[in-house]
């Protein structure tokens, strides 16, 4: 069997990109499309720990991907209160329905 | 690396379990279903930063994704969907547009992958790495680490803000 090495996390950081993307461009539904972006989040990190183990003799990976999970976090606080306001304001929360700033 | 023949076993044993979970968030028509397959996503990632001998980081993708956003989306779904819409939520506006974009930027990423040369360095010992990234926050990257700490006291703060009826009123 094939040595594991960078290529195969690379694969999977790719795949869970191009799920995420569809997700992303799909969805309408607005809490959808915010776990399409987590998806996205989390493809980047599987690349940053991938690099950080084989090509990289430091930590900065690591730094990066809390980073990344830091930011998620507040993405989602944020993203969430927003889309359960849209959800106060015009009792739906599809993305193409939602289209003035102001009623 | 003949000590480690199980390895290859569980690696792609969570790929799996990672891929298939982020297919099923992508093409699930019920949200609530596609909420509960990114849990899958989310733990077989944290699977593979542990592969990756990135045990602080795994510790962190299950306490702050699987403990705190997952449970945040899922309270969101849940106060959001009524019964009759959860299954119309993924009625795409195209999905042959997404598609091509996806095919595109795919044969992008297969090229990157194939040709790219990237810098090696021999695997070194899968060591505990809480030592390392604790220097790191407190030396080189102190002040990107307490910018983090008033992002979040700025998120937390305008999440309150945003979804308190009588404070944006």
Redesign the interface.
Known sequence: ????G???????G??????????V?????A??I???V??IL?SA??NY????????????G??F???V??????E???G??????I??TFH??DV?ATDTLRL | MTEISLFPIVFYALAAVTVVSALGVAFSNNIFYSAIALMGTLLGAAGLYVMLAADFVAVVQIFVYVGGILVLTLFAINLTSRIGDVSISNRSLGRFPAFVALALSGGVMVRAIREASWNMVEVREAVPTINGIGNAFLTEYILPFELASLVLLAALVGAVVLSRKELRD
């Open positions: 069997m094939m040595e594991i960078l290529t195969h996390f690379l694969v999977v790719a795949l869970v990109f191009l799920a995420g993307m569809f997700c461009l799909t969805r309408r539904n809490i959808g915010l776990m399409g987590e998806l989390n990190n599987i720990l991938a690099f950080s183990r084989y090509s990289s003799m430091s930590y900065d690591h730094l991907a809390i980073f999970i830091m930011l998620a976090a507040a989602a606080a944020i969430l209160a927003i889309v359960l306001g959800y106060q739906t929360i193409e």
